[in-house]
T-cell receptor
Framework: GEDVEQSLFLSVREGDSSVINCTYTDSSSTYLYWYKQEPGAGLQLLTYIFSNMDMKQDQRLTVLLNKKDKHLSLRIADTQTGDSAIYFCAERRDSSYKLIFGSGTRLLVRP | EPEVTQTPSHQVTQMGQEVILRCVPISNHLYFYWYRQILGQKVEFLVSFYNNEISEKSEIFDDQFSVERPDGSNFTLKIRSTKLEDSAMYFC????????????FGNGTRLTVT
């Protein structure tokens, strides 16, 4: 099936780390993406990882991929109020153009 | 930084009318996409387009939908006879190359069918 699952909501205190989790079902996933959506805005590409990688770090963002468990996570270090948004994970499967999205995790950063 | 632009930001139309949603992809990108998000639901793939033809489409993309690249910069989605259930946010995206290239999305057009 085409299932990408995320928890719906995460609340953290400003300055703490946030970890947003995602699971997917298809082992033929080749690329996995994280997008951020602020209110009224489009989908902003944050980072992505190729399926033969375990980890990718980009400034405050760390992506971890556990291919055996089909689990992807996005860690945001030193979370700021400006990080409050909906975060979508998405997968792209072998030889397909389409991205399959999760339902999004709403991150609320409390001052 | 170059970005994908979409117009209009909000379109209201009556059931049965035709609408055209417009997009200007990033200029050196070769692959173009439409996605939609019905309120409260997941972002869904509609169609991908490369070299002036559809490269992949979903089951949602039936005969009422069509895409076109009428010139060197615009990419359009036409919905021929809109239905109430077509109300959604429609996102255009572009990618530099094919399946190994990340997608960059526009801010979306909110389509409301009354």
């Amino acid at each position: 099936g085409e299932d990408v699952e995320q928890s719906l909501f995460l609340s953290v205190r400003e300055g703490d780390s946030s970890v947003i989790n995602c699971t997917y079902t298809d082992s033929s996933s080749t690329y996995l993406y994280w997008y951020k959506q602020e209110p009224g805005a489009g989908l902003q590409l944050l980072t992505y990882i190729f399926s033969n990688m375990d980890m990718k770090q980009d400034q405050r963002l760390t992506v971890l991929l556990n291919k055996k468990d089909k689990h992807l996570s996005l860690r945001i270090a030193d979370t700021q109020t400006g990080d409050s948004a909906i975060y979508f994970c998405a997968e792209r499967r072998d030889s397909s153009y389409k991205l399959i999205f999760g339902s999004g995790t709403r991150l609320l950063v409390r001052p | 930084e170059p970005e994908v632009t979409q117009t209009p930001s909000h379109q209201v139309t009556q059931m049965g009318q035709e609408v055209i949603l417009r997009c200007v992809p990033i200029s050196n990108h070769l692959y173009f996409y439409w996605y939609r998000q019905i309120l409260g639901q997941k972002v869904e793939f509609l169609v991908s387009f490369y070299n002036n033809e559809i490269s992949e489409k979903s089951e949602i993309f039936d005969d009422q939908f069509s895409v076109e690249r009428p010139d060197g910069s615009n990419f359009t989605l036409k919905i021929r006879s809109t239905k109430l259930e077509d109300s959604a946010m429609y996102f255009c995206a572009s990618g530099k190359t094919g399946v190994d290239s990340p997608l960059h999305f526009g801010n979306g057009t909110r389509l409301t069918v009354t």
